[in-house]
Antibody, heavy 121, light 110 residues
């Protein structure tokens, strides 16, 4: 059974750095073809893709947020970590991690439940 | 503003059929695979369709996907009250080097 779960602070202050952890089970990020990404959704708004990391440690970032994002993986802990610097109230959103199955060319097949992050002083 | 264009809302009576369009360009839909996601109120998105027209196990065949050129379509037949949700299309935009989602379509069952 594939599971993903996001964890991190629920409240951050403006200008602070957000660190979110995606802890998963049922697969390994060392397996060829596995990809894990982060997606966020401001309250009442659409999904926004943030970043992804490949099994071989290749990474991709949203062009509009690239300067603020860093994605890393810890294969031994089955975790993917996303950091976002210089947080602003507009970054208030539910943050999801999701997996692209290794036999899929595209599409996020498995999702975490999401974690709501509020940016406020 | 989303790279992919979806209608804000569609509606139909129970048992009827709805289609949701997703329009892009040769740099995104026209150059890759489209996925469709269903997001029920207060829950995480769930994939309904991947690689344009494939259904993951457990997704009923009432849901179908297709792609033609730079547009994709999600079809829902035998509409049920439980299908009331937001639906998003998504694809890899080669020109951006990023995954992109549409703005979402709210399906209402009348």
């Amino acid at each position: 059974q594939i599971t993903l779960k996001e964890s991190g602070p629920t409240l951050v202050k403006p200008t602070q750095t957000l660190t979110l952890t995606c802890t998963f089970s049922g697969f390994s990020l060392s397996t060829s073809g596995v990809v894990v990404g982060w997606i966020r959704q401001p309250p009442g708004k659409a999904l926004e893709w943030l970043a992804l990391i490949y099994w071989d440690d290749d990474k991709r970032y949203s062009p509009s947020l690239k300067s603020r994002l860093t994605i890393t993986k810890d294969t031994s802990k089955n975790q993917v970590v996303l950091t976002m610097t210089n947080m602003d109230p507009v970054d208030t959103a539910t943050y999801y991690c999701a997996r692209i199955p290794p036999d899929w060319s595209s599409g996020y097949g498995d999702w975490g439940q999401g974690t709501l992050v509020t940016v406020s002083s | 503003q989303s790279v992919l264009t979806q209608p804000p809302s569609v509606s139909a009576a129970p048992g009827q059929t709805v289609t949701i369009s997703c329009s892009g360009s040769s740099s995104d839909i026209g150059n890759g695979y489209v996925s469709w996601y269903q997001q029920l109120p207060g829950t995480a998105p769930k994939v309904l369709i991947y690689e344009n027209d494939k259904r993951p196990s457990g997704i009923p065949d009432r849901f179908s996907g297709s792609k033609s050129g730079t547009s994709a379509t999600l079809g829902i037949t035998g509409l049920q009250t439980g299908d009331e949700a937001d639906y998003y299309c998504g694809t890899w935009a080669k020109s951006l080097g990023a995954y992109v989602f549409g703005a979402g379509t709210k399906v209402t069952v009348l």
